[in-house]
């Protein structure tokens, strides 16, 4: 598709989403400004922001400028620094304010007021809250409290607001972000900040899977005051094609095992272990011993599987999706929440419609139609235990009622879970870590299992969705001999 197989993951979003006429290659030609108010580029979150802007636009544009205003020349050499270092062919070019704002297709600016006369979006971020604006509403610009998983979380939904312009998004397939406020601590549109980051947490980890996600759990990990042990798990190396995807990836790094050039990126006092392994050969090395927590970035059922055979204290598992789905799980034991393999079912291998049927209850007619909007006809004439369901989803676009199912049916979606953008990973690597540091904090998970979001609507349509341990599932039928092997454990 793309001889730039660094752009391959990418390009594919391109396709899946634009329209027909657009022409994908023309996509990572198009012109984008990084820019940002003093104000907000003095605060620590602006910096942060500025930097994880500035990784993730880079690898979806050959063309990016960066103009900082005046007085911000550290923080200037600072990403220029990065831009090199993380560079595949084309630097991103720095210039002085002011700048011709009509030559770009997409500016992102991190502060500021809303330029509804450009393609214009703000972000701000405060502690665990994140703000973006692509309309005329204002955005609060307090950015006090320093949190850098807020600030990547606010740094991908900008990226990704710039992907829509990019894309020349049409209205009927996704929003551009009105103002929006949401919160990584209460998953809603909370102005709060959420509490502080504690000054240190001790941690004992296992990171399972290097890829676009881990790469983004990685950085954040990285970034924060953590004390102890992280075991960095994958079997492969990187590819060009990581570097599209993947926040902390260098060229030269795109020849290095995933687990030894994630390791490298720790230099505080979080003592990284690369394991080049699978997490199925772990227990056969009788040294091994599974950390209480699991971070699973893998993006294939099989994997996630043999993580959660591993039966630690609680996995956070990240998931994404083709047409920008991000989800975050936690499954802690013991408790009645669902685990890695009541959620992640291997296909059946049945066809798509039929599977499409199952998931909406809606009829082979109405399915035959996604553009058309749901209708109350359509609700009577679906299966009956869906219509409460389906009730609510009256007025929206049948093709979205389908994603929203396939949000409900974790078995459907999966198949076609990979990695393609790379703010759709590093926001799910976002959800990860805001459920470690409140895991770490508090001793409690804020998912039961799992919290769902396309980027492509926003966090705000982000939805919870509950479930139960399965009664079928290996977590229910063979509980006792789980509890004998965590018992052994403890004990060694
Ligand atoms: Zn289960």
């Known amino acids: 598709m793309t001889k730039e197989l660094r752009f391959s993951r990418l390009i594919a979003s391109v396709v899946e989403l634009g329209d027909q006429s ?8 198009q012109p984008v400004l990084l820019t940002g108010t003093a104000d907000v580029l003095a605060s620590d979150n602006g910096a942060e922001m500025a930097r994880c802007a500035l990784l993730l636009l880079m690898r979806m544009t050959k063309s990016l400028t960066v103009a900082l205003p005046a007085g911000q020349e550290a923080l200037k050499r600072e990403l220029r620094g990065w831009a090199l270092q993380h560079a595949w062919d084309e630097v991103p070019q720095f210039i002085c304010d002011p700048v011709d704002l009509s030559s770009y297709a997409a500016i992102l600016s991190i502060g500021g007021g809303p330029r509804a006369d450009f393609p214009w979006t703000v972000i701000t971020s405060d502690g665990w809250t994140v703000r973006v604006t692509s309309t005329a509403a204002p955005v609060s610009q307090n950015c006090e409290l320093s949190n850098p998983v807020g600030a990547l979380a606010a740094a991908s939904l900008g990226a990704g607001e710039v992907f829509k312009r990019l894309l020349g998004l049409r209205e009927d397939k996704g929003l551009f972000l009105d103002g929006c406020v ?16 504690p000054d240190v947490l001790d941690v004992d980890l296992l990171l399972a899977g290097g890829g676009a996600i881990g790469n ?5 990990l990285s970034r924060l005051p953590l004390r102890g042990r992280c075991h960095i798990l994958d079997r492969q190396t990187y590819g060009e094609e990581n570097w599209g995807t993947c926040l902390r990836l260098t060229r030269s790094g795109t ?12 230099t505080g006092n979080l003592a990284a272990h690369p394991v080049r392994g699978q997490v199925e050969q772990l227990e056969e090395d009788p040294a091994w011993q599974t950390p209480p927590i699991v971070l699973s970035g893998f993006d294939n059922i099989e994997a996630r599987h043999a993580v959660q055979d591993l039966w630690p204290d609680l996995i956070i598992d990240g998931a994404l999706g083709p047409r920008l789905e991000c989800q975050v799980s936690a499954h802690p034991w013991p408790s009645r929440t669902a685990c890695l393999c009541c959620i992640f079912k291997l296909p059946a291998g049945e066809r798509a419609e039929v599977v499409q049927q199952l998931m909406t209850g809606l009829s082979p007619a109405a399915l035959a139609e996604p553009m058309r909007l749901l209708s109350e006809v359509d609700v009577a004439a679906a299966a009956p235990e869906r219509r409460e369901w389906l009730a609510e989803q009256v007025g929206k ?9 396939s949000a409900l049916s974790a078995a459907s979606i999966d198949a076609g ?9 590093t926001f799910s690597a976002c959800m990860m870590v805001a459920e470690l540091v409140r895991y770490l904090t508090t001793g409690a998970v804020g998912v039961e299992p799992r ?10 349509f982000g939805e919870h969705y509950s479930e139960d341990r399965h009664r079928n599932c290996v977590c229910t039928t063979r509980a006792a001999n789980i509890k004998k092997v965590r018992a052994a454990r403890a004990r060694a």
Do not use: M
């Not at 949401?182 to 502080?196: I, M, R, T």
């Not at 676009?397 to 199912?405: R, T, Y």
């Open 22 to 29: 657009f022409e994908p290659q023309r996509f990572t030609n």
């Open 182 to 197: 949401f919160s990584l601590w209460s998953y809603v549109a909370d102005g709060a900040s959420g509490p502080a980051l």
């Open 216 to 220: 983004g759990v990685a950085h954040l």
């Open 255 to 266: 020849k290095d095992p995933k687990a030894n050039f994630l390791s490298a990126l720790f």
């Open 397 to 405: 676009p049948i093709c979205s009622v389908l994603e929203a199912a």
């Open 417 to 425: 879970f990979r990695p393609s953008v790379p703010f759709v990973a």
């Open 451 to 460: 919290f769902f979001l396309s980027l492509l609507w926003g966090p705000q």
